[in-house]
C-alpha cells in the first residue's frame, strides 16, 4: 500500500502474514496522525530516523515520544496496543509490526539474552528504548532507498528487515549480561517519565536525584537504572543536552541576549553558560547568533 498526500507518504509493505513495514515520511509543516488497531499478538518497533512522533493510548491518557535516531519496542500479550501515531513534520519513521510467532521462529535460539523470549517474561509485557545503532540506520536508509515500483522490491527489503533485527539484537561480547532492558509494568514507566518532566519544568534549579525519586516515588537506584534505560542516559547528562538545546532555540529566537538565556536554563553567570554551550555545541552563543545572521 501506498499513500501520497501532499507533502506526507506512507509505505506499506507486507512481508508475510504476521509481518508488516511501515514507512512514514511527512515533509509538511502539520501534524500528521496515523490510526491501526493491531493486536496483543504482535511486537511492534518503531525507528525514528529523524524528526519525533508521539504515540497514544489508552484514550490519550497514557502518551511517549519516539524521538531523534531512537527505537522503540512494545510487547503486552495482556492487552491490545493499537498504534495512535502523531507524526511531527520533518520526521522520517520505519515501524515493523510482527507476531510473536514469527519472532520466536527468528530467534528460538536467542531466548537466553533476549528478556522477553525467556520462559519467565514470556506473558510479561516489555518495553524497551535504546538508541539506533549505527549499522541499523544504514539498512533502514536501505529500506527507504528501495525501488519504489520493482517487482522483486518486497524480496529485498524483507532480506533488508532480517539484516535490521539481526543487528539490532545482536549480543554485544564486550558488554555481554548487560543487556536487560527495563522490564515494567506502565506504573514504573509513568513515574519515569514524571521524573523528565520534573527536571525540565525546572531546569533552572532542578531538584536532586533523591529529592526526583522521593517525588515520584521510586527508589534511587531503580530511578537511575529506569531513565538510563528509557532515555539512554543519565538524569544529569539528559538535562544537560536539554538545556544547551533549549538554549540553542532561545538564541534562535533573537529575543534573548546571551546572559538572558543563560539565567533562563539555570547559569548564574555567562561564563558558565558560555562554556557549557561551547562543551556542547563547539562555539561560543555570540558565534551561533552571528553564523545564523549571516
Do not use: W
Request: charged residues 25%; glycine residues 4%.
Amino acid at each position: 500500500m501506498f499513500k501520497n498526500v501532499g507533502e506526507s507518504t506512507l509505505d506499506e509493505i507486507t512481508l508475510e502474514k504476521g509481518f508488516y513495514v511501515l514507512h512514514f515520511q511527512n515533509e509538511s509543516k502539520d501534524v500528521e496522525v496515523f490510526e491501526r488497531d493491531i493486536d496483543s499478538t504482535f511486537i511492534q518497533m518503531h525507528f525514528c530516523i529523524r524528526g519525533n512522533s508521539k504515540f497514544l493510548f489508552n484514550n490519550g491518557n497514557y502518551s511517549f515520544d519516539v524521538l531523534d535516531n531512537r527505537c522503540i519496542l512494545l510487547y503486552n500479550p495482556q492487552r491490545t496496543l493499537p498504534i495512535h501515531l502523531e507524526i511531527q513534520p520533518k520526521t522520517t519513521l520505519i515501524s515493523l509490526l510482527i507476531s510473536i510467532e514469527k519472532f520466536h521462529s527468528l530467534f528460538s535460539k536467542e531466548s537466553g539474552y533476549i528478556p522477553f523470549l525467556s520462559n519467565e517474561n514470556s506473558n510479561r509485557k516489555y518495553y524497551d528504548d535504546a538508541e539506533i545503532k549505527p549499522t541499523v540506520a544504514i539498512v533502514l536508509q536501505q529500506i527507504i532507498n528501495s525501488n519504489i515500483n520493482s517487482s522483486i522490491r518486497e524480496l529485498y527489503v524483507k532480506g533488508k528487515v532480517y539484516e535490521l533485527l539481526s543487528l539490532h539484537f545482536q549480543k554485544d561480547e564486550a558488554t555481554e549480561g548487560e543487556y536487560c532492558p527495563f522490564l515494567v509494568d506502565e506504573d514504573n514507566v509513568l513515574k519515569i517519565r514524571r521524573a523528565k518532566e520534573i527536571i525540565i519544568s525546572r531546569m533552572a534549579e532542578p531538584p536532586s536525584l533523591q529529592e526526583l525519586a522521593n517525588e515520584i516515588g521510586l527508589n534511587l537506584k531503580k530511578l537511575k537504572e529506569g531513565f538510563k534505560q528509557i532515555y539512554g542516559d543519565t538524569v544529569y547528562s539528559f538535562l544537560f543536552d536539554y538545556k544547551m538545546e533549549h538554549a540553542r532555540r532561545l538564541l534562535e529566537s533573537n529575543k534573548f541576549n546571551v546572559n538572558e538565556v543563560g539565567v533562563q536554563i539555570g547559569y548564574s553567570t555567562a561564563s558558565h553558560f558560555i562554556a557549557a554551550f561551547k562543551k556542547k555545541f563547539g562555539t561560543t552563543p555570540k558565534k551561533y547568533v552571528m553564523s545564523l545572521n549571516k
